[in-house]
């Protein structure tokens, strides 16, 4: 039985449809198993492995697997004497960890983290050792950065657990594949069945996402002894968030990219006057860029660390006034005193008068 659970609710698609994201997909190390339809992302549940790659990787944590809760797995892990994680051990693959818990892992342990790498070789789906491998240096780039001395580190030990190897065996009989996750799943209670969680409508304006990989990384940040002032990042070697700015001169306040802004990230203030935005809830899904339609927002190349941890930034002020037309308010930028469509109408009708002459 697999144990891959999806919430669909928590999926960057049921925010904009036309969303990019199909990290799940790309990183599904099976075939024929995660797939999209229209915009909803689809499981062929008997072909998944429960190897967790697509809970790691999921900017939205919309994925989840039975029996196997990865905040509290976060926090037992922290309290125990063991550095090491495994798929012999502890862990279904290594890949069910984000940067953001490795990063936490390491912050929370004041130790190195050891990634036992040893069976990824000979895993079927061994594939996701790059994947594995691509969080590690992100993290321990955020590390370096922190000027924190311990780092996330692999290390071919190859982990065997005693006492498990008939339970492995009878597990390989039912599953019928030497697939990632094997001997810790080996070790889990069985399950019946899945709870399916409903895909009711939901309201994306008021109900946002609460990312618990997020959280981790936040309670750490704050409990360190360092000057994050002092400390940039470069964006474009940070997956898990982003900083942005807003060309005002071409933003309309369309509201667009705040109300489907998943995490509230981005939202407004002062009566709707203001675009505002919070790094430490930004996810970098890219929604935001995806949907407005002047294209006026844009990515910046650093992120400092004390406004990512504690900023709310402004990124858009407007003047709204009532079009001198139409009377719909419009974001003024002290010059026409037509809104928008009111201008493009009055070209239309300039460039009909040209025609007819
Ligand atoms: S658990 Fe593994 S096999 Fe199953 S859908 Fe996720 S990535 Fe694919
Ligand atoms: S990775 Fe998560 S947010 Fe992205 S498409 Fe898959 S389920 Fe949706
Ligand atoms: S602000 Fe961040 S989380 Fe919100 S839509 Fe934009 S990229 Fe996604």
Known sequence: MNRIQFDFNNCVH?????????????????????????????????NCVS??????????????????????FYKNFISQNTNILSCKKNLPCLSVLSTEFMISMVLAKKQDIVLD?????????????????KNLDEANYFLEKLGVENRVVSQEISLKQEGIENKRRDFLKNFGK???????????????????????IKNIVSEKVNITKRKALLENLKNLDID????????ENISFTSEKWIDNSVCTNCSVC????????LKSGEERLKILFEPKLCIKCRVCHEVCPENCLHLKNKLNLNTFLNDTEILAEHVMIPCEECMVPFSYKGDTTLCPRCRELEQEIKDLLKIGE
């Open 228 to 235: 994050l002032s002092q400390i940039d990042i470069e964006t």
């Open 51 to 72: 190897c967790g790659a697509c809970v790691g990787v999921c900017p939205s944590e919309a994925f989840s697997l039975k029996g196997f809760d990865i905040y509290s």
């Open 178 to 200: 030497a697939a990632a996750g094997v001997t810790f799943w080996a070790l889990m209670p069985g399950i019946s069945s899945f709870e399916e969680k409903e895909e009711k």
């Open 14 to 46: 049921v925010y904009f449809k036309d969303s990019s994201c199909r990290n799940c997909i790309d990183v599904c190390p099976v075939e024929d198993v995660l797939y999209q339809e229209d915009y909803k992302i689809k499981i062929k549940k008997e």
């Open 258 to 265: 705040y109300n489907i802004c998943p995490t509230g990230a």
């Open 117 to 133: 790498t040893g069976h990824c070789s000979d895993c079927f789906v061994g594939s996701l050792i790059h994947t594995i491998k």
